[in-house]
């Protein structure tokens, strides 16, 4: 019983970052239809700039936080400068198939600058252990999944009450008549990257405080965060929160009471019972197009 | 006589001895003055960049050391390298230009990468040109009977679990839960394991984990059910660092320890409490200092730190240790066989060394075992929150 709860925990504490990355896979697709495959980078790169931000310049780490936020959001609209604009053919696939690209590019720059040291935050609240019904729990792990309910629920309001959020939400509706109203795909694009990347962050501050982060991790969290995306619905925020922890959840069961060993095919697992027998996902969020 | 054999054979790579063998002697006193070419490769870009370029820095060290004191036999190293930028391809075809084009005499250096040792070693045995390979894996140089011709200057991981069972079984330990992650470094321990733990009365369980993994609590929450007396991770990734994190916050209190891969202070810096304590197992290196004087690694150590950080104003590690001792056996070798490179004769001369006293170790090379290094060169090392302190005594 114990033991659940303590994979139960584990499960949330990864499943948290899952989510965070199927949100920001989410709203790019909205905004572009197109699948963001250098998202995982992002994490990496906030996850270790926030580390070495942290390290060299002592900075308090709410600030660290803030400032690798906006790094997030920069590196999201640069995807959107190098994978939309220079690439000059907006259709999706092209953007889906430059981001791959980009995450590549991203991944090499981030090993020759950081020499392939590994990064990390402390906790944002120290490294404080809770015992919670006999398990002990990172209370890190408990902030990152506050981070998901803050960006979550910060996303909902956005999209419905502020003006930008509902032309965000108009131009993902019909992007023509978003256009035709004096908001341009391009302004959609750019601005659903920014937020992708903001969101990725965040999900990189997070983990850095969990973990020690390099180069080398931000891929396969990508892909993972990508398969919770599918679970949940492409294009659905509840369902990218729902699948992030679902991934997660099942993740850390799995390696506790089948094999650690293959814990990763898990991910992969549900991607493809999802795309064989539901292929828009448990929150079916968005139309299906035959492509 | 010697030394025109030796040149001839250099100069037609793969040809067989004949063709030297019956130099005339004329062109001997300049022939003598020719170089012996070393060929090299290190992945100084690319994934390993930071073990490539330690490497090459520790050979440079080495080249410059012997041809400071007048050569070998005689004759100067001359360094003919490549990087193959962690790409085995890139290797192979760098390989055949040492080879063919280079005309190198012998190889030290596989790439900075187990696979890419692995692929140059048929490559180089082949051609007839002694390889000293200072990459890890035990297959570079195993079976032996079909790598006679190639060496490696680093530990066999079966060593040091080696000496890490016998450790931690001294401290009265049972039982043990060990971490291996999934790749090759990982699953060759997690193998290698199995074989030693029991010759020190060890009950292995193993949970292994994806080296970019930022949670170990389902590995060790199903570890702990056996109630292991120790924990010990097998990785080269930051997952040595959550390892240590996750034990200690699920109130696991016996020994904690990572192995060679996780020879740099940084790994325990950043687990900050749960870091203190911990162990490692590998070469004496980051604890030479604190070795008693009578300790015969210490002196050879300490001369190599600090002529490396002479040249080069940077701390050396093990990787730069590792091509410098391996240049350094060569170029015995080289002594032995008066500067003759036949690659056969330069592995007797390997196999026939008398003990040499290394960076890593007392390099015993027999024609059984090309790795050379036994459990005395490995030191079991503590962190003690600042830096690595033995932890088993004397260190030997």
């Known amino acids: 019983m114990t033991d659940l709860l303590q994979l139960t925990f584990s499960g949330l504490t990864t499943g948290a970052a899952y989510a965070l990355v199927a949100l920001a896979f989410a709203i790019v697709f909205r905004g572009t239809r197109a699948i963001n495959f250098a998202q995982g980078e992002y994490v990496m790169v906030a996850g270790v700039s926030a580390g070495a931000l942290h390290a060299w310049l002592d900075l308090p780490l709410a600030v660290v936080v803030a400032v690798v936020i906006v790094v997030g959001a920069l590196c999201g609209v640069l995807t959107e400068l190098v994978c939309v604009r220079f690439v000059r053919r907006d259709d999706p696939h092209t953007v889906t198939l430059a981001t791959i690209g980009l995450g590549v590019a991203i991944k090499a720059v981030a090993l020759i600058l950081t020499d392939r040291k590994a990064y990390t935050l402390p906790g944002f609240s120290g490294d404080t252990t809770l015992h919670l019904g006999g398990a002990a729990v990172d209370a890190q792990a408990l902030w990152n999944c506050l981070l998901v309910v803050l960006a979550a629920g910060g996303l909902a309001v956005f999209l419905r009450a502020v003006p930008l959020g509902v032309a965000l939400r108009a131009s993902a509706d019909d992007a023509e008549m978003a256009a035709a109203s004096g908001f341009s795909r391009r302004a959609a694009a750019a601005w659903s990257f920014g937020i992708a990347g903001a969101l990725a962050a965040a999900a990189g501050a997070g983990l850095a405080a969990v973990s020690p982060v390099n180069y080398d991790f931000g891929t396969l969290l990508g892909l993972k965060g990508f398969a919770a995306a599918m679970l949940g619905g492409l294009g659905s925020m509840p369902g990218a929160v729902v699948g992030g922890f679902a991934i997660g959840l099942l993740e850390a069961w799995f390696s506790g009471y089948v094999s650690s060993a293959y814990a990763d095919i898990v991910a992969f697992a549900v991607l493809l019972v999802v795309l064989f027998s539901r292929p828009t996902g448990i929150f079916a969020a968005v139309r299906v197009e035959r492509v | 006589m010697l030394l025109v054999a030796a040149l001839a054979l250099g100069a037609c790579g793969s040809d067989d001895e004949g063709s030297g063998g019956s130099g005339s ?103 007839g040109i002694l390889f000293m390979a200072t990459e890890g894996a035990r297959e570079i140089v195993q079976p032996v009977e079909e790598r006679k011709t190639t060496f490696k200057a680093t530990f066999n991981d079966t060593v040091v679990l080696q000496r890490m069972a016998e450790y931690l079984s001294e401290q009265g330990v049972k039982s043990l839960g060990f971490l291996p992650d999934t790749s090759g470094f990982g699953e060759s321990a997690k193998a290698e394991l199995e074989k030693v733990a029991p010759e020190a009365g060890l009950k292995v369980s193993t949970q292994s984990f994806d080296p970019t993994a930022t949670d170990l609590t389902p590995q060790l929450t199903k570890l ?173």
Do not use: C
């Open chain 2, 224 to 396: 702990r059910r056996g109630k292991p007396g120790a924990y010990v991770a097998w990785t080269t990734t930051p997952a040595g660092t959550t390892f240590l994190k996750n034990a200690r916050r699920l109130g696991i209190d016996g020994p904690l320890g990572l192995g060679i891969g996780s020879a740099d202070p940084a790994f325990y810096e950043q687990a900050g409490a749960a870091g203190k304590g911990a162990l490692l197992a590998a070469g004496k290196l980051p604890v030479y200092d604190l070795l008693p004087d009578d300790d015969p690694a210490k002196e050879v150590i300490t001369k190599f730190v600090e002529a490396y950080q002479d040249k080069y104003g940077e701390p050396a590690n093990i990787f730069a240790s590792q091509a410098y001792d391996g240049m350094k056996l060569v170029a015995k070798a080289l002594e032995a066989t008066g500067g003759d490179t036949d690659a056969e004769k330069l592995a007797e001369a390997l196999e026939s060394l008398d003990t040499y006293r290394g960076v890593n170790g007392e390099f015993n090379y027999t024609a059984e075992d090309h790795s050379g290094l036994g459990t005395s060169d490995v030191a079991i090392a503590a962190w003690d929150g600042k830096r690595f302190v033995p932890a088993d005594g004397a260190g030997e």
């Open chain 2, 25 to 127: 002697g004329s062109s001997g006193e300049s022939a003598s003055k020719e170089p012996i070419k070393v060929g090299s490769l290190f992945s100084v870009t690319g994934p390993p960049a930071v073990v490539g370029e330690k490497m090459r820095k520790g050979l440079e060290l080495a080249i410059d050391e012997i041809n400071a004191e007048g050569g070998v036999a005689g004759r100067k190293l001359e360094l003919v390298f490549y990087d193959p930028a962690a790409d085995t391809n890139k290797a192979i075809d760098q390989t055949r230009r040492l080879i063919s084009r280079d005309k190198v005499d012998v190889v030290v250096g596989g790439g900075s990468q187990s696979g890419i040792a692995l692929a140059m070693q048929p490559l180089l045995a082949r051609a």
